[in-house]
């Protein structure tokens, strides 16, 4: 027998079966993966082609925003969202986030199945956990007085730290990947190949200053459209205690927010500004959220569950200030979490 919560859960499913919700859409994929890979190469191409004229920075925005479409089509295939095969999707997940990020897809899916599983709990989800932020008011973690420094200008040198968010990652995911050689074989090929193909070769045709420029540069602007993307999901919504007590929908959904974007860019979010919806869903194709959006929110309507929908400028808005305030807080032991 069910309990409450999984009843609640098995009653949305429910719903949504009616619909093409659960029907996984390849051909979406397909065209992602055909038209951000032919912008790809011909960025890539275009680096050198047209090193010595302006249109090299458009061939270096080019090379960016595909590697980020690149980096979505890996977070669905880790979740196992693009097809039936385990092999399909791991390839997929590695060809995005080992060869053209750079870092270990191994260790990305690993601690994002923890935020995922724990939501915003503040004690294992590991995206709560941030050094160079205070995301919730019962973190009096030890730092060092240079950090909390950082800790107390939060809000407005979040975006300082985010141009360095992707290189952070890559030296944590190595990290991984040499303590964990079993489970990371693919990356001790893929992640040299990256470093052949976008830094090496770069080098021997462009020399290394333009190069390092361009590698560089990169990172740092895909580091700060990923972080606006990201941030805005579920900072400055609820954080939780361990024992919280929650069902799984609950949790899920009254600690997400999604954004209320024109379907035009969806592609640029990844889908996943319908972030209720996909932590509800995981596994579920990312372009069927915004049909399901409007059926799982009369859901939670109707039992009472904060369903929280924001324009981008107001998400962004909520996330500055949720940081002013926690910046407030840093050396305060002993206060009381959001739903403590």
């Known amino acids: 027998m069910l309990n409450p919560g999984q009843q609640l859960y098995r009653d949305l499913r429910d719903r949504l079966e009616a619909t093409d919700f659960f029907k996984r859409n390849t051909a979406d994929y397909v065209r992602k993966i055909t038209t951000y ?4 190469i011909l960025s ?8 010595d004229t302006p ?13 980020i479409q690149f980096y979505y089509v890996s977070h669905d295939a880790g979740h196992y969202a693009i097809s039936d095969s385990k092999n399909v999707n791991l390839r997929l997940g590695h060809i995005g986030h080992t060869f053209i990020a750079g870092a270990s897809f191994r260790f990305w899916q690993y601690k994002h199945d923890l935020h995922h599983r724990y939501c915003n709990d503040e004690t294992r ?4 956990n941030a050094f160079f932020l205070k995301l919730y008011e019962s973190d009096t973690r030890e730092r060092p007085a240079w950090v909390n420094w950082v800790i107390r200008n939060q809000a407005v040198l979040l975006w300082v730290l985010v141009l360095f968010h992707n290189f952070e990652f890559q030296r944590m995911s190595w ?13 001790r090929v893929l992640i040299p190949l990256h470093v052949l193909t976008y830094l090496v070769v770069p080098i021997a045709i462009l020399g290394w200053q333009m190069a390092l420029t361009n590698y560089i540069l990169s990172g740092m602007i895909s580091g700060v459209i990923l972080a606006k993307l990201f941030a805005i999901n579920h900072i400055g919504m609820p954080s939780i205690p361990s024992d919280h007590g929650l069902s799984f929908l609950e949790q899920q959904v009254i600690t997400s927010r999604n954004v209320v974007v024109p379907a035009l860019f969806d592609d640029y979010f990844g889908g996943l500004h319908y972030q209720i919806e996909h932590h509800l869903f995981p596994w579920v194709s990312i ?7 409007p059926i799982v929110k009369a859901f939670c309507q109707e039992h009472g569950i904060a369903y929280v929908e924001e324009n981008f400028g107001l998400a962004l808005l909520n996330v ?3 940081l ?3 910046s407030k807080t840093e050396n305060v032991p002993g206060t009381a979490s959001s739903l403590g």
């Open 37 to 40: 890979g032919l912008l790809h």
């Open 44 to 51: 890539y191409i275009g680096l050198y082609a047209c090193a």
């Open 55 to 67: 249109w090299r920075w458009a061939a270096l925005i080019g090379l960016t925003l595909s590697g």
């Open 125 to 128: 989800d590991p995206d709560m």
């Open 175 to 187: 990290v991984y990947t040499h303590q964990n050689p079993v489970r990371c074989r693919a990356e």
């Open 287 to 293: 372009d069927r959220y915004r049909a399901a959006s």
């Open 320 to 322: 500055e200030r949720h």
């Open 324 to 326: 002013a305030v926690m």
